[in-house]
């Protein structure tokens, strides 16, 4: 399957194996989309999917990078709560 096919495609699957990239729940349904800010290709449920939710993994090492824009680039992800999870503390973001 070519990239170009996933984009457009939609999954439905009973496999047990299939879960969101952002909320890591077995879904029946699940959508493609390329995250904003990592460019790397995901497959969401339709609910993290509609709210454009980013994986919280994603959000703490874009904000860790200067070169993937840092804070500034994750800011309203964390201010709005945009991901699945925990708080992000500054513990997580600022460098040990």
Request: hydrophobic share 40%; aromatic share 6%.
């Amino acid at each position: 399957m070519n990239l170009n096919t996933l984009e457009t495609m939609e999954l439905t699957t009973m496999r047990t194996d299939m879960k969101c990239a952002v909320c890591d729940k077995h879904k029946a349904q699940l959508k493609p989309r390329k995250s904003k800010l990592t460019g790397a290709n995901l497959l969401l449920c339709v609910s993290c999917f509609e709210k454009k939710f980013e994986p919280r993994w994603a959000i703490i090492v874009v904000a860790r990078s200067p070169k993937m824009g840092g804070l500034v680039a994750v800011r309203d992800y964390i201010r709005n709560h945009r991901y699945v999870g925990e708080k992000i503390r500054a513990e997580e973001i600022l460098p040990r």
